[in-house]
């Protein structure tokens, strides 16, 4: 099941969300300027119109964190189709409110405290005469919310409520109606912070439906998650700090750090980046740095992190020390997993600080580490697909980006050499790779298909994201969660062709170039005519040795943090 991290962590001493409210006696109980404000002056409850115009924090969460969040997970093509909460009904029965006038008119003001609104009687329908109803009784109370006044209550009810709740051991995920509605019974209303003691008239139970928009409860649920909502499941086995105080648990996060990317960039910016990422993440995780000390070291403390029940491992560099990471999610053709099967799975993370760094630009990340740390914080989770290549021999390797043969590969190789030079690394590896370079017809085999001949094939990419060489949109329509690659062949190309090209293959437009195919896969087989084993493989910029080899997609592979 994927698990939830909540967008926003709260406890009662940070929560800005209380209401100011002015009781029907003319006392104040504790408010705080920042807050919704709601006055409840003699049995009137209302809230304050400039107050509710004001953008709740959950609501701005939901907007701009949680809404990318589901239309990526869930594939929705339009965002009309994210689910959102509806409304939020808050009823309490209360069976004796034809004897007791009080104990209505306290148990209203309580809920209108709770919830910011005031709550309307709900009566009998038809008269019962065993239970001594009569029709039209008022039989208990209840309140509609909808907008900011809903998400404000929603904020608290996870922040503070469910937390304050006594033996709370997180809330039920069977309690979905089938259509994507969810409903949690209360015991006592003092939950909340509103209630005070001396307030407190005789303690009531209540029940609060949330409705949602979602079409199924697998939606509503992940939706409610990403709110913060603290499902018993998540609680049992996350190791996420679920927001509210009571009920953290710390995050172990391991930074493979590859010291020597960028020429030695990645290293100083490092040093430079540590002191805000322990002050940002430390009171929420325990920070396990690990610097490589050479080529591969990377996959190593991947696997061993994984196998330690590591929450995140992540790549501090290039694409190159990414492939790594990646790489040792697996072994042995498997992925790798915790000895306690208790700990949800290992998430992948990145801060990109590489030279070409391309795998971050599919998700159009800036260049800014703060970012990723602030992403890392936050913990949203989205599945990604990754690539697998097998050869005639040898262990399968696996990669994130883009596999590319022949031209690109032999460029890559060559632009290694040229690192300390920045970005200008990719050209000058690219015309150095066109000395002695001859176009080869190529055997291919795309899905289930037949094999076709593809003559004069200059370069051919499999795209898992868009980037690579720097910035080159070479398969501008891949993306890592659409199960599929894009497969790109450039055939009969001169030199003189990628100079004048030049630019439509960094802003993706080469596709309707001629001697350009594009197409999707889910696997591609690739050998050559007359085997001369000259033909370069590489993947994610690493060099992979020669053809033949089989490309096939492992869709939703790993868990990103995105
Ligand atoms: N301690 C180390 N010393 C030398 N090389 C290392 C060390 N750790 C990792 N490497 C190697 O450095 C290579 C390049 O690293 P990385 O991808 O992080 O930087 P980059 O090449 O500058 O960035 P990009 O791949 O995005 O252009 C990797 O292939 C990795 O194997």
Redesign the pocket.
């Known amino acids: 099941m994927a698990l939830s991290p909540a967008l926003l962590h709260s406890t009662a001493s940070t929560f800005h969300g209380q209401f100011c409210v002015r009781l029907p006696s003319g006392n104040f109980s504790c408010g705080r300027s920042g807050g919704l404000s709601v006055k409840a002056m003699s049995s009137v409850v209302l809230v304050e119109k400039t107050e509710a115009e004001k953008l709740n924090r959950l609501k701005t969460a939901y907007l701009e964190k949680i809404v990318p969040l589901l239309k990526e997970e869930f594939n929705y093509t339009n965002i009309h189709q994210v689910p959102k909460i509806e409304k939020v009904v808050v009823n309490c029965g209360i069976g004796d409110a034809a004897q007791n006038a009080k104990g209505l008119e306290a148990a209203l003001n309580d809920l209108a405290l709770i919830t910011g609104q005031r709550p309307v009687k709900t009566r009998a329908k038809k008269a019962i005469a065993t239970f001594k109803i009569r029709e039209d009784q008022p039989l208990g109370i209840a309140v509609t919310l909808r907008g900011n006044v809903m998400y404000s209550f929603l904020d608290r009810l996870i922040n503070l409520g469910l937390p304050r709740t006594r033996d709370f051991q997180g809330v039920s995920s069977s309690s979905f109606d089938g259509n994507g509605n969810y409903s949690i019974g209360f015991r006592e209303q003092s939950v909340f912070p509103e209630i005070t003691y001396d307030v407190l008239g005789k303690p009531r139970g209540m029940d609060v439906c949330i409705t949602t928009t979602a079409s199924t409860d697998k939606e509503a649920r992940r939706l409610l998650a990403l709110m913060g909502m603290p499902f018993r499941e998540d609680l049992g086995a996350d190791r996420t700090a679920i927001s509210g105080g009571a009920t953290s648990r710390r995050r172990d996060i391991v930074f493979v750090v590859?010291?020597?990317?960028?020429?030695g960039?990645?290293g100083k910016e490092w040093n430079k980046l540590l002191p805000y990422l322990r002050s940002r993440l430390s009171s929420d995780c325990n920070i396990c740095e690990s610097?490589?000390?050479?080529?591969?070291?990377?996959i190593d403390i991947t696997r061993e992190a994984i196998r330690e029940g590591a929450d995140a491992v992540i790549?501090v560099?290039?694409?190159?020390?990414?492939?790594?990471v990646v790489n040792g999610f697996f072994w042995g053709g498997k992925p790798v997993s915790s000895h306690d099967q208790a700990v949800r799975a290992t998430a992948l993370g990145l801060i990109?600080?590489?030279?070409?760094?391309?795998f971050a630009r599919t998700f159009g990340w800036k260049n800014d580490p703060h970012d990723a740390i602030e992403r890392i914080a936050i913990g949203g989770r989205s599945h990604i697909d990754v690539g697998v290549i097998s050869g005639e021999s040898g262990e399968p390797h696996y990669f994130i980006n883009v596999a590319d043969i022949h031209l690109s590969a032999n460029a890559g190789y060559y632009a290694?050499r040229y690192?300390k030079f920045g970005n200008l690394?990719y050209v000058i590896g690219a015309l150095q790779a066109f000395l002695g370079h001859h176009n080869k017809d190529l055997r291919i085999k795309v899905d289930d298909g037949d094999w076709k001949v593809y003559p004069q094939v200059t370069t051919l990419c499999i795209g898992n994201g868009k980037y690579f060489g720097?910035g080159m949109k070479i398969t501008p329509n891949a993306h890592p969660s659409s199960r599929n690659f894009e497969v790109v062949i450039l055939q009969d190309f001169k030199w003189y062709d990628f100079v004048l090209k030049l630019l439509k293959l960094y802003n993706g437009t080469h596709l309707l170039v001629k001697n350009v195919s594009s197409r999707s896969a889910c696997s591609i087989e690739v050998e050559e005519i007359a085997s001369s084993s000259s033909v370069f493989v590489q993947s994610?910029?690493?060099y992979l040795g020669f053809l033949p080899k089989k490309f096939s997609i492992l869709p939703g592979a790993i868990e990103m943090i995105c």
């Open positions: 590859n010291p020597r990317g960028a020429n960039r990645t610097l490589t000390s050479g080529p591969c070291h990377a790549a560099g290039g694409d190159g020390t990414l492939h790594e990109p600080l590489g030279t070409g760094s391309d290694a690192k690394c720097g994610d910029g690493e």
